[in-house]
């Protein structure tokens, strides 16, 4: 089986800020003219937003947050640590299984450190 050419990243200031290069087409290409991709980002920014509003509206977790600091910690080191995960290794991010366990994580602790942080804020 014949394996894909790679997209090559280029610098994307001379055109749009999502164009990648592609070499198989010859040009630049917009990776969010792609409904797929599209839609996995809305659904990753609503789990986001509905992890927040649980920190945020039920009291009984906004309580227990603003006395408890060790979430937020625990939630920023795991945050941090998938970034550098991601960003280090290559393989990592391009693997089936480990990339959506890893964005997975990633997006959960995005969520609780945001939620830990806006429900120090009065509405």
Same mark, same amino acid.
């Given at each position: 089986?014949?394996?894909?050419?790679?997209?090559?990243?280029?610098?994307? %200031?001379?055109?749009?800020?999502?164009?990648?290069?592609?070499?198989?087409?010859?040009?630049?290409?917009? !990776?969010?003219?792609?409904?797929?991709?599209?839609?996995?980002?809305?659904?990753?920014?609503?789990? @986001?937003?509905?992890?927040?509003? !649980?920190?945020?509206?039920?009291?009984?977790? $906004?309580?227990?947050?603003?006395? $408890? @600091? &060790?979430?937020?910690?625990? %939630?920023?080191?795991?945050?941090?640590?998938?970034?550098? %995960?991601?960003?280090?290794?290559?393989?990592?991010?391009?693997?089936?299984?480990?990339?959506?366990?890893? !964005?997975?994580?990633? &997006?959960?602790?995005?969520?609780?450190?945001?939620?830990?942080?806006? %429900?120090?804020?009065?509405?």
């Amino acid at each position: 089986m014949k394996q894909p050419e790679p997209i090559i990243i280029v610098n994307a %200031a001379k055109s749009d800020p999502e164009a990648v290069y592609s070499p198989t087409e010859s040009s630049y290409i917009n !990776l969010f003219d792609d409904k797929k991709i599209r839609h996995d980002f809305i659904s990753k920014l609503i789990v @986001t937003l509905g992890i927040m509003c !649980l920190f945020i509206f039920v009291e009984e977790v $906004n309580t227990y947050v603003r006395n $408890n @600091t &060790t979430i937020f910690w625990v %939630a920023f080191g795991l945050t941090f640590f998938c970034l550098i %995960a991601l960003i280090c290794f290559g393989n990592l991010r391009r693997k089936f299984p480990l990339n959506y366990i890893f !964005l997975g994580i990633f &997006t959960i602790c995005e969520g609780i450190l945001l939620g830990t942080v806006s %429900a120090f804020y009065d509405i």
